[in-house]
């Protein structure tokens, strides 16, 4: 089955303790993205990847960071968790790249983070 | 810049009424438009797209029109059910871009 798998899917941390949310794909991927969502605010983006080892920063970046060693995961690292990074996170992935006609993402189940 | 507004919700409505939900947008050049949906407790699914104006995306009883004129891509549906019940989110991609900019969501509540 295609999809996009994402874990933990709950977490509750503390203020200053890194954590890691991983995010995998089955489909043969090269875009991938995180957003997070918050009440009123619909998706942000955080981060994307064109590629293996290709990264850049989308809207809301600050707080975060990614790696992207293989083609089907990327990982959202938050090294120094904060309060104000308490949200619903979501991975998607795409083919073909953004830009065609056919673009569609698909987006993982979700990890709902509480740091507190 | 780029930007996605979608009517507030939620919206109520009973079984078998007649859905529409707002999105108009501000961009450059033609972007590509979507409706997502996103069910309770699951991540969001594309429901329809339409790359250029004056196409009519539709699915599952859903249907929207890119209209250029009004910058608008408007979501309807002729006869809700209880499992539309869902948040639906209005998002474009700029020609040659790599993102995606999303409204804040709509969320919709069939009653039976």
């Known amino acids: 089955e295609a999809q996009v798998t994402q874990n933990p899917r709950y977490l509750i941390t503390v203020t200053g303790k890194k954590l890691t949310v991983t995010c995998s794909q089955n489909?043969?991927?090269?875009?991938m993205s995180w957003y997070r969502q918050d009440p009123g605010l619909g998706l942000r983006q955080i981060y994307y990847?064109?590629?293996?080892?290709?990264?850049d920063k989308g809207d809301v970046p600050e707080g975060y960071k990614v790696s992207r060693k293989e083609k089907r995961n990327f990982p959202l690292i938050l090294e120094s968790p904060s309060p104000n990074q308490t949200s619903l996170y979501f991975c998607?992935?795409?083919?073909?790249?953004?830009?065609?006609?056919?673009?569609?993402?698909?987006f993982g189940p979700g990890t709902r983070l509480t740091v507190t | 810049g780029n930007s996605v507004t979608q009517m507030e919700g939620p919206v109520t409505l009973s079984e078998e009424a007649f859905l529409t939900i707002n999105c108009t947008y501000t961009?450059?050049?033609?972007?590509?438009l979507f409706w997502y949906v996103q069910y309770p407790g699951e991540g969001l699914q594309l429901l329809l797209k339409?790359?250029?104006?004056?196409d009519k995306g539709s699915n599952k009883g859903f249907e929207a029109t890119y209209r250029k004129e009004t910058t608008s891509f408007h979501l309807e549906k002729g006869s809700v059910q209880v499992s539309d019940s869902a948040v639906y989110f209005c998002a474009l991609l700029n020609t040659g871009g790599f993102k995606t900019i999303f409204g804040a969501g709509t969320r919709l509540f069939v009653k039976a």
């Open positions: 961009a450059t050049g033609y972007p590509s």
């Open positions: 489909m043969n991927h090269e875009y």
């Open positions: 990847s064109m590629n293996v080892e290709v990264t």
């Open positions: 998607a992935s795409s083919l073909p790249p953004p830009g065609g006609t056919s673009y569609e993402q698909y």
């Open positions: 339409a790359t250029k104006a004056d």
